[in-house]
């Protein structure tokens, strides 16, 4: 029973070997996390169309939740650029922002998100995942910076504009021109500078003047606060708020409060697919982040177990007044670059942003706007990479077409279109590559039992024998290929007399793929050709042996190649 238990819940496993040198790090990493979520907190909330708070609210509760469910040592969870640009799409069709209905709604989208990601995780679908391609989902994400890099101009120019793909954007940022607040955009570009200037030039020249790795580091990950304290105290000092300054205003100083998301039929139903695409894309970007950190320390991360812990996440921030969450790639370097050792980490990070949360509120009240835009900006611009259009261009042609329409369709359209649209084409490029499986000729390598295409290979043949290699499963979508296949390969072939199927790449074969057979089966013998099987797997012959198939073949079945070739060809 204990064994079960700490399946579901991994904090029982690593929490029996805690020490004091692993609290230790912990806290070091999550001091240093938590300076870099303060800013990063409040600036997606603003990106999710909901107040700053909300963001805070979001990284507390659900980080523990994840904690104690994740399996992933250095994953840091809560708000993110993408989910929470998906969120403010999602919401904004429905409910009016800045109203309390936008805020519940908000709730709802969080829950729903993690009852899906729950059962998913509770039914072991880990693998739904597979079917959203790396070159689609990078595509997407690349489409996404842009358009939030974009939806953060208005803060950082000071003017009103919207929209949620980047034609309307730019549109409505043109229309609004003339009301650009020169002092805004003063503070947002020279945040945004400052921003770039730390992550780019700040480590040379501190270890250029022989600071030491780790302070260096620590000092880099605080610039976004030294720029949160220098312009806040511009704003307070020179009172910019009255000449037009957009400030964040006043925070309750408070806990996460507890929440109670809508159970409106009519509203979960329309946030049903926006909850299912966030669940989706959440996860591959979370999974992703935890398997690349967890590679470094030869750790491992069970997908179906991280559903759970990211499920538990997201119900966490739907009763504590946040919104949907996930792994954060950014955080989570950090965090791992910092020395975290165990989740613990994280709930620790927790403490620092809930101790923010009651202390440090009112020191942000002139915050501006802009600052928390240029956060944004400079986080996001990092996953912007056209690099992969290049990539899948010279492997794949198909690959190409997939991210190509997953860039334009989410840049012209929106993020869900965009997001739908990548996930319907990976689906189908995955049909459309599998319904024409490569099926080779083969023929006997000299002086070997080995048998190799003979297109590529200088191979031995008998005319009255043809060998195909299947290098596919065989089901519903290429059954039928496999039949043309054959047929016509032997229809202009007179001397034939066997056909080979080499099964060896054949993992399954489903039941139209065993009608299928039994067709060609048929019609060989309606030819005065007999049908052969070699290298069947053995989960493949038990399945076929409860069919009625094996006793109406006309020809054998082999264990190897070679003993299929030589056997037909001395009855020949």
Not at 214 to 234: D, I, Q, R, S
Request: net charge negative; hydrophobic share 50%.
């Amino acid at each position: 029973m204990s064994m079960t238990l700490s399946n579901y819940l991994p904090v029982l496993t690593w929490g029996r070997q805690y020490d004091r040198s692993a609290l230790s790090n912990d806290l070091m990493a999550a001091l240093i996390v938590t300076i870099m979520l303060i800013p990063q907190s409040l600036a997606y909330a603003l990106l999710a169309g909901l107040p700053p708070e909300a963001g805070l609210y979001a990284s507390i509760v659900p980080i523990i939740l994840y904690s104690m469910f994740g399996t992933s040592r250095a994953l840091a969870v809560g708000p993110v650029a993408v989910v929470s640009l998906m969120t403010a799409a999602a919401l904004s069709n429905i409910v009016e922002q800045g109203t309390m209905g936008y805020a519940v709604a908000a709730l709802s989208l969080a829950g729903l998100s993690g009852v899906m990601l729950l059962a998913m995780g509770l039914f072991r679908l880990g693998f739904i995942a597979n079917f959203l391609s790396h070159p689609v989902i990078a595509g997407f994400i690349t489409a996404s910076g842009i358009i939030i890099a974009a939806s953060q101009l208005k803060h950082i120019f000071g003017v009103d504009a919207h929209g949620h793909n980047l034609l309307d954007l730019v549109l409505s940022l043109a229309a609004h021109l003339s009301d650009i607040n020169w002092i805004t955009a003063v503070i947002g570009v020279l945040a945004t500078g400052f921003l770039f200037w730390v992550r780019k030039g700040l480590k040379p020249m501190l270890e250029g003047l022989g600071l030491g790795e780790t302070l260096t580091g620590v000092l880099v990950k605080t610039g976004p606060v030294a720029v949160v304290v220098l312009t806040t105290f511009a704003v307070w000092v020179f009172g910019l708020a009255d000449r037009g300054v957009k400030i964040v205003g006043e925070v309750p100083q408070s806990l996460p409060p507890f929440t109670i998301p809508s159970f409106s039929p009519d509203l979960l139903g329309q946030l049903l697919l926006p909850a299912f695409l966030i669940s989706i894309i959440g996860f591959v970007e979370s999974i992703s982040v935890a398997q690349t950190l967890a590679a470094k320390k030869r750790q491992r991360i069970d997908p179906d177990q991280e559903l759970i812990g990211l499920g538990a996440a997201n119900i966490g921030a739907s009763l504590t007044g946040g919104f949907p969450v996930t792994g954060g790639f950014s955080r989570s370097v950090v965090n791992f670059d910092a020395g975290a050792e165990t989740p613990a980490a994280g709930a620790f990070t927790a403490v620092g942003l809930a101790i923010a949360a009651l202390a440090l509120t009112p020191l942000i009240y002139f915050l501006p706007k802009a600052t928390l835009a240029a956060t944004i900006i400079v986080a996001v611009l990092s996953l912007v990479d056209f690099s992969i259009l290049k990539r899948s261009w010279d492997y794949s042609k198909a690959d190409f077409a997939a991210v190509l329409v997953t860039i334009l369709l989410t840049l012209i359209v929106g993020v869900e279109i965009g997001v739908s649209a990548g996930v319907g084409l990976s689906i189908l490029l995955h049909l459309y590559k599998s319904s024409k499986p490569h099926v080779a000729e083969v023929g006997q390598v000299p002086g070997t039992e080995h048998y190799r295409n003979i297109l590529r290979h200088v191979v031995i043949t008998e005319p009255s024998v043809v060998t195909l290699r299947v290098d596919e499963s065989l089901y519903f979508a290429n059954a039928r290929f496999l039949e043309d296949k054959v047929y016509n390969r032997v229809a202009g072939d007179k001397e034939i007399r066997h056909v080979i199927l080499q099964c060896s790449a054949i993992n399954e074969i489903d039941l139209s793929a065993l009608e299928s057979l039994e067709m060609i089966n048929n019609r060989l013998h309606e030819m005065d050709v007999k049908l052969h099987l070699s290298e069947v797997k053995g989960p493949v012959m038990d399945r076929l042996k409860e069919q009625h198939f094996l006793q109406e073949m006309t020809g054998e079945i082999f264990l190897t190649q070679y003993e299929a070739a030589k056997t037909v060809s001395e009855k020949t």
